[in-house]
């Protein structure tokens, strides 16, 4: 398969550590060109830099983005008013309204998209799924927590900063969830979204779980974790080192370029996480 000429918009930190060198390393991919806010920035990512973004669509068949989500919401319509197959990061949007028009521009263009949520695309997360699918699953709860808000961490952007852990680590626990144990239909929330967050989560078919989301914990915060338990056993899924999942993102979205859409986490996707996450956020609003 020829590779996918894809452009990236954004040059930040995680540009830099993960898309660039995923675009870059082949054989599915081909890091085509950089349009960034910053160009002297995106010339240390070893592509062409374009100044405008319709130049860097001219030289490309696919774009990824990596820029905060509203962001990604606004450039994304515009790429796929363009024809571009959108590679997206997670959450789709900054608000569910900027969501519906990005995955609507999706659709309505009918153009091949997917998102960048890691843990999916780990081989011990696929385990971990296929064995919940054995297990009769009736429950579950999920952690992520981190000190990724506190001093001058490298993800302590401005958009992180504002919406804390529900918008940044919510859409994984909450699609994983979904995932492990049926579709979510409901959600009740408590807590504080720069703090301490918990999210209650009802499936269809009656399953429930549990997350516990937090991106200011001080010292050595423990591993991120998902437990699933069924009516005859349980799944646990813990992060592994080794498992680089930017592989596998570059493999399957070439795919899904060639194919014309299909991947089961595409924009469609991301806009239902972000229904269930605006529906958090409005439990939580003052």
């Known amino acids: 398969m020829e590779p996918v000429a894809v452009g990236l918009v954004g040059a930040g930190p995680w540009a830099e550590m993960a898309h660039a060198p995923m675009l870059a390393r082949g054989p599915h991919t081909r890091l085509a060109g950089v349009w960034a806010r910053r160009p002297e920035q995106a010339a240390r990512l070893g592509a062409p830099v374009f100044e405008r973004i319709e130049e860097l669509f001219d030289a490309c068949e696919a774009v990824a983005f990596c820029v905060p989500p509203a962001v990604q919401a606004e450039l994304g319509v515009r790429a796929a008013r363009a024809g571009k197959a959108l590679l997206l990061e997670k959450p789709l949007a900054q608000t569910l309204d900027g969501a519906r028009r990005l995955a609507g521009a999706v659709a309505e263009a009918g153009v091949a998209s997917q998102l960048v949520l890691t843990l999916r695309y780990t081989r011990q997360a696929r385990a971990f799924l296929a064995r919940c699918g054995e297990i009769q699953p009736f429950g579950g709860h999920a952690a992520n927590i981190s000190g990724v808000l506190l001093g001058d961490h490298p993800f302590a952007t401005p958009w992180r ?3 804390g852990a529900l918008l940044d680590v919510g859409p994984h626990m909450i699609d994983l969830l979904d995932a492990a144990l049926g579709p979510v239909t409901a959600v009740r929330a408590h807590g504080d979204p720069l703090g301490w967050l918990g999210l209650l989560l009802e499936h269809e078919g009656g399953a429930v779980s549990e997350a516990s989301l937090c991106m200011a914990a001080g010292g050595d915060a423990p591993p991120s974790a998902l ?12 992060p592994a080192a080794d498992d680089d999942p930017m592989v596998t993102v570059a493999a399957e979205f070439a795919q899904t370029v060639r194919n014309g859409g299909g991947h089961p986490l595409d924009a469609a996707h991301g806009l239902r996480l972000q229904q269930i996450i605006a529906e958090a956020e409005s439990q939580l609003a003052p």
Do not use: I, K, Q, W
């Open 161 to 163: 900063l504002e919406h």
């Open 227 to 238: 437990a699933v338990y069924g009516r005859t056993g349980n799944a646990v899924l813990l």
